[in-house]
């Protein structure tokens, strides 16, 4: 099987499962709808001034990169220039850095009026900056100034792995000596939900020349490193872990908690582009078979990697519908769909986006599985 990147077509799964086209497009046009223009109690895209907004964090009422670059992201892949260039502006207006050691990174968290909270960046939003800001200029082309995507992208890439270089204040997002992404810039740890190998073989096209082996290597890294990271049996990641696979064992960060939920739809989404890593069938099974059949009517709880259960409630249940549906990414057409993939696929179809505080964190990953799973989620070349 070939990924999308080299043949050009996308999986629409929920046709595959036997959804019309209308029904399709209608669900996935309310989501948009309801997370960018929706009423005030359920949309999480606010306006700011006359040329910016913000995707508010509703859980901890403020914006960060995390979601201005999903926003983004979701944006470009909709056609929305308009909502992508206001994002865009307030991330580099007010969480852009020009000074100090994390200089050319961007503050992982900002107040709504645009206040930092902290100084510190958090690699995955300048992943996913990046990316979105690759498909804005393929998609769109480049302006000027800040909205000249490519260039900014790779402004962007260039600060994440060379930072700190020659005696230079900082640290660099990806640790050299094995090209994995960190935690932060200054750890010497990682998230597994952090590896993104789909993203680093486009970067590897884009990134400045010289940069392009480097995200070559990262993204086998990446891919190889998830295996060491997922336990055999349940195919569950933990939050945080060391660059070997084994969990970062403080704070609670080795169980299967809120990061590590975008584990299985980035393996489904690396698998519907690239398809080069046949593990990514095996674990995204495993994942759902868990959820399917060993915690049958506790999927909404917290569990340690082998898949013991912990009395507390997750935090972000519907995230976690939403990731084992985009999991069945990972697989071939002829074989779907397979037991767990429809049991997965029909219990997303029939869960409504969240509301209330909490909704912020799950309709994102919500909304990126409704674009996944019906091939709406592509590469912008």
Not at 19 to 40: D, H, M, N, R, V
Not at 212 to 237: D, I, N
Not at 340 to 347: D, G, K, P, S
């Amino acid at each position: 099987m070939k990924g999308a990147f080299y043949t050009g077509e996308y999986r629409n799964i929920f046709k595959e499962l036997g959804f019309t086209e209308t029904e399709i497009e209608k669900k996935l046009e309310e989501a948009y709808q309801t997370i960018f223009y929706g009423p005030k109690e359920e949309r999480f895209y606010h306006e700011f001034g006359d040329d910016m907004a913000y995707f508010e964090d509703t859980g901890n009422h403020d914006a960060r990169t995390e979601g201005m670059s999903y926003g983004m992201m979701m944006c470009v892949q909709k056609g929305w220039k308009k909502e992508f260039d206001r994002l865009w502006k307030f991330a580099k207006t007010f969480m852009w850095m020009e000074d100090g050691e994390n200089n050319g990174y961007f503050a992982w968290s900002v107040q709504t009026n645009g206040t930092k909270n902290s100084y510190g960046p958090a690699p995955d939003g300048e992943e996913y900056f990046a990316m979105a800001l690759f498909f804005a200029s393929n998609r769109w082309g480049d302006g000027e100034g800040i909205y000249n995507y490519s260039k900014e992208a790779r402004a962007i890439l260039h600060e994440c792995i060379h930072k700190g270089e020659n005696g230079t204040p900082g640290h660099p997002m990806w640790e050299p000596s094995n090209k994995m992404i960190k935690f932060v810039p200054n750890c010497d740890f990682t998230d597994p939900s952090y590896h993104l190998p789909h993203f680093y073989e486009l970067f590897a096209l884009w990134s400045n020349e010289e940069d392009r082996e480097f995200w070559r290597e990262a993204a086998k890294v990446s891919r190889k490193y998830l295996q060491k990271a997922c336990h055999p049996v349940t195919g569950l990641a933990p939050e945080y872990a060391h660059y070997d696979g084994r969990p970062y064992m403080r704070d609670n960060r080795e169980r299967y908690y809120s990061d590590a939920y975008r584990v299985p739809a980035n393996i489904g989404l690396d698998y519907a582009w690239f398809a080069a890593d046949p593990w990514q069938c095996e674990c995204a099974e495993k994942i759902q078979r868990f959820f399917c059949e060993t915690v049958k009517g506790r999927a909404d709880m917290v569990y340690e990697l082998d898949g013991t259960i912990i009395e507390e409630k997750a935090l972000h249940p519907v995230a976690i519908i939403a990731t084992n549906a985009q999991a069945s990414l990972a697989g071939s057409k002829e074989q779907f769909p397979g037991k767990y993939q429809r049991e997965c696929m029909e219990l997303f179809w029939n869960t409504p986006l969240r509301k209330g505080d909490r909704r912020y964190y799950d309709n994102c990953l919500y909304l990126f599985a409704l674009l996944a799973l019906s091939g709406n989620y592509r590469i912008w070349k």
